[in-house]
């Protein structure tokens, strides 16, 4: 395997589980729970090169995966949550589940400020990553905050790997701001739903690339942009979908995604009722 395509499979596996379990959304309430069942699915259209163009070469895999999350409160602004992907096939053709990531989460609603930390357990197919020593662990702060014409989500993370079984690694920075614009529209309104629209943006910068235990000097950048929408139908029922696409990057791969994903929020007395 070439260091460009041992990055992207590396750059891959570090962010894309931990990330999910640290949405940019506050904690939950205390006892209550909330688990998050999705959809993704990539097309890698082609690979930025060290130019920051893209080669133009598309995988012949469309990377699609199963991503699912359970969260609770614990306390008043602390949250504990789990979640776990199911690979359809990966960028290298692979089928099987990920590894799941462990997270805690603190969040004031007042301020808008939290942080989080996760870790994500060495534990997975061998198919999908090289089982049996290799973790990442990911901490980070953000931003929430409600404004009179926009919602604002944002957060900034750090992810360390440790080295897989072939001396591999990657750690990576990850930066991520959200503004959201509610529809007043009044169809909506009166049946007390939510609608709004937004614009996530993004920047990653890896690092500490280590193949074979050796270090590679070789930058690796990547800026997303991913239009999206939030829906909610009831207290229980919440739905999200966003399309990131990649505007620019170093060694690494140049995708389109859609993304679905469907939140079921319980309170203590509706899942003592199950």
């Not at 020593?133 to 931003?143: Q, V």
């Not at 937004?198 to 074979?212: G, I, S």
């Not at 319980?266 to 899942?271: C, F, I, K, R, S």
Request: charged content about 15%; proline content about 5%; overall charge negative.
């Amino acid at each position: 395997m070439s260091h460009k395509m041992m990055l992207s499979t590396l750059t891959a596996l570090c962010t894309a589980s931990a990330l999910f379990a640290l949405d940019e959304y506050m904690p939950v309430a205390a006892r209550v729970m909330q688990i998050n069942v999705g959809m993704d699915r990539t097309s890698v259209s082609g690979n930025y090169q060290d130019s920051w163009e893209s080669d133009g070469i598309e995988n012949t895999n469309n990377p699609t995966s199963l991503p699912m999350q359970g969260k609770f409160g614990l306390l008043d602004m602390l949250e504990a949550s789990m979640a776990i992907r199911y690979l359809i096939v990966d960028e290298t053709g692979h089928t099987g589940l990920d590894r799941p990531v462990l997270g805690l989460k603190y969040g004031d609603p007042v301020t808008g400020g939290g942080g989080f930390l996760a870790i994500s357990l060495p534990v997975g197919f061998e198919d999908i990553m090289n089982a049996g020593n290799y973790a990442t662990m990911t901490f980070g702060g953000m931003y929430d905050k409600k404004f009179p014409q926009v919602n604002l989500y944002s957060n900034v993370s750090y992810s360390f790997n440790t080295e897989d079984n072939d001396k591999n690694k990657i750690d990576n920075l990850h930066f991520f701001a959200k503004p959201e614009y509610p529809l007043p529209i009044p169809g909506i309104t009166k049946r007390n739903q939510y609608l709004g629209i937004n614009l996530a943006m993004q920047y990653d910068f890896y690092f500490n690339h280590m193949v074979n235990g050796e270090s590679v000097d070789e930058g690796a950048h990547l800026f997303q942009v991913a239009p999206g929408a939030y829906y909610t139908f009831n207290k229980i029922v919440s739905a999200e979908m966003a399309f990131p696409i990649s505007l620019s990057g170093q060694n690494q791969p140049d995708t389109q995604t859609f993304r679905f994903e469907l939140f079921f929020t319980l309170d203590e007395g509706l899942y003592n009722a199950l």
